[in-house]
């Protein structure tokens, strides 16, 4: 199966559902805070769930550059595999936590293994797929996750029918199960390190020291005009995940329990309107114009301008929405074509590291908006603070547009 013409996009629909688990677990402690607090009392602080729900944050930032490094050395495919039953086991042993440390501990080590997914997938779909589909395939990726989070929600709603602790074994029991499939169908690209094109290449290629990438990806100027084209729009992004249910609950006067799935199904089907838009043009776009990519990328992340500043300043339901759908187009016109941006300035076997060195950046910045974010809440300046956002965004593109400098894709052949 490996050898098929199709492989690169059955490669796309396997790793469409560890995208989906791989947010569908992280999610779904968000939902079930009431549910659980019943039987762990610390949770009913919200101080206390801060420090769960931050110490995945915090660690899986700090695990994403070594993820990368691991992507860029070693057979993905068992890095995958891995990360995902890791990963699937720690969400399944959560429903048997009986105390605060031991959530605490189970959700950082979920942070260890989720890290290590996001590069190690990305960087194995951009070797598969040419530039002729490489953004559409990202693109399609991507709404893995965004479906992952939309579904997260529903953990309350599975957990108020039966228990918290059923939500916890059934996903759990899914991803381990799922990660034992992958085994026999998932495959790593020939050439990539760990696959037998690479163990017959001359020796040298192997004794590169792990700093190496990094050297050549912090001295690409192209590359820190990219980080902070990506880094910028994780402050809207990450404020979006975190405290769009909140902004629609306050603006319209509504209970969470409508505006979190009126925000998320808004967002999460806006994302993937922005991807089909997104990934074929910009694939058709780069054949003709290398800045082909760029362009797309800044007319997706352009939208999102007025976007946040209407979700600021909206009181009405369709307004909101209108807001929300507009600000998901141009998200997944953005979000599908980071990887494919990227493969234009680092070399290919970089790819992994330099993406999680990005996605390292990102997260942080997620949790920064998160925290700032919850203290405009609290001083009822949430609407006024997340329209602020659209001038971190409009600062970014500009730099993006004036400086960044793309250039022919190479091969591992051609690297060399």
Not at 124 to 133: N, V
Not at 202 to 208: C, F, I, L, N, R
Not at 342 to 358: D, E
Request: some cysteine; charged content about 10%.
């Amino acid at each position: 199966m490996k050898n098929s013409k199709y492989y690169p996009w059955i490669l796309v629909a396997l790793l469409w559902v560890v995208s989906l688990l791989n947010y569908l677990d992280r999610q779904m402690l968000s939902t079930m805070q009431v549910s659980m607090q019943m039987d762990i009392v610390e949770l009913s602080k919200a101080e206390n769930f801060g420090r769960i729900m931050g110490v995945f944050l915090l660690i899986y930032g700090l695990m994403s550059p070594i993820a990368g490094t691991l992507a860029d050395r070693v057979n993905r495919k068992w890095l995958i595999v891995g990360s995902l039953f890791v990963w699937s086991a720690v969400t399944y042993g959560m429903g048997y936590a009986q105390t605060f440390n031991q959530v605490y501990w189970l959700r950082a080590l979920m942070g260890v293994s989720e890290a290590l997914y996001l590069p190690t997938g990305l960087a194995m779909i951009a070797d598969f797929h040419t530039s002729k589909t490489r953004s559409l395939a990202i693109g399609i990726h991507m709404s893995g996750l965004y479906t992952g989070q939309a579904l997260g929600g529903f953990g309350a709603t599975i957990a108020a029918n039966y228990t918290w602790h059923t939500v916890f074994h059934s996903f759990g029991i899914i991803g381990i199960v799922y990660s034992i499939i992958l085994i026999f169908l998932l495959h790593d690209k020939e050439g990539h390190a760990g696959t037998r094109a690479a163990s017959l290449q001359p020796q040298t290629a192997k004794k590169e020291p792990f700093w190496r990438s990094f050297g050549v990806i912090f001295t690409t100027l192209s590359f820190w005009i990219m980080l902070i084209y990506f880094m910028a729009p994780s402050f809207p992004g990450w404020a979006t995940k975190n405290w769009l249910p909140t902004l629609f609950s306050e603006n319209l006067g509504i209970a969470m329990a409508k505006s979190g799935p009126m925000a998320t199904i808004s967002i999460a089907i806006a994302s993937f309107i922005g991807i089909l838009i997104g990934g074929p043009l910009s694939d058709r776009w780069v054949q003709k114009n290398i800045r082909g990519r760029m362009y797309t990328s800044a007319i997706g992340l352009g939208l999102t301008i007025p976007a946040l500043f209407l979700m600021g300043v909206g009181h009405s339901s369709v307004g909101l929405i209108s807001a929300a759908a507009l600000f998901g187009i141009g998200y997944g016109m953005f979000d599908t074509n980071n990887m494919p941006i990227l493969c234009q300035i680092i070399p290919q076997k970089y790819r992994a590291s330099a993406y999680g060195i990005m996605n390292m950046a990102g997260v942080f910045a997620g949790y920064a908006v998160t925290r700032i974010l919850g203290s405009s809440t609290d001083a009822g300046n949430l609407g006024s603070d997340f329209s602020k956002l659209a001038i971190i965004v409009s600062v970014a593109l500009i730099v993006m547009l004036i400086f960044l400098k793309p250039q022919k894709e190479l091969t591992y052949t051609e690297e060399k």
